[in-house]
């Protein structure tokens, strides 16, 4: 069993920005990609970012050169820079343990419980 827990979430201006973080427990998987997810009052949730064990990473495009993934594979963590943050990247931010790069929720093992983000103009 896995367990995320995301930190790092808040309130921000726009054009502001916030460092999420994911710490992993338990056994797992090592082949596991492990992404962030967001969703929005209203609408679905969507793949922001993935990043496999190899450190390659996908983006979403509404994200792009915007958001950075990283991970720490010794602290078993995983982190979402995020800059020039805008008010639609408002929404709750989810870590997760995915079996590939793939920003697809379908590809999802497990999830964190979440992190709120809100940008304000």
């Known amino acids: 069993q896995v367990q995320l827990v995301e930190s790092g979430g808040g309130s921000v201006q726009v054009g502001g920005s916030l460092r999420l973080s994911c710490a992993a427990y338990?056994?797992?998987?090592?082949?596991?990609?492990w992404g962030w997810f967001r969703q929005a009052p209203g609408k679905e949730r969507e793949g922001v970012a993935v990043?496999?064990?190899?450190?390659?990473?996908n983006y979403g495009d509404p994200v792009k050169g915007r958001f950075t993934i990283s991970r720490d594979n010794a602290k078993n963590t995983l982190y979402l820079e995020m800059n020039t943050l805008k008010p639609e990247d408002t929404a709750l931010y989810y870590c997760?343990?995915?079996?590939?790069?793939?920003?697809?929720?379908?590809?999802?093992?497990?999830w964190g419980q979440g992190t709120q983000v809100t940008v304000s103009s």
């Open positions: 997760a343990a995915l079996r590939a790069r793939r920003l697809r929720v379908g590809y999802v093992d497990y």
């Open positions: 990043i496999d064990a190899d450190g390659i990473a």
């Open positions: 338990g056994y797992y998987y090592e082949g596991y990609s």
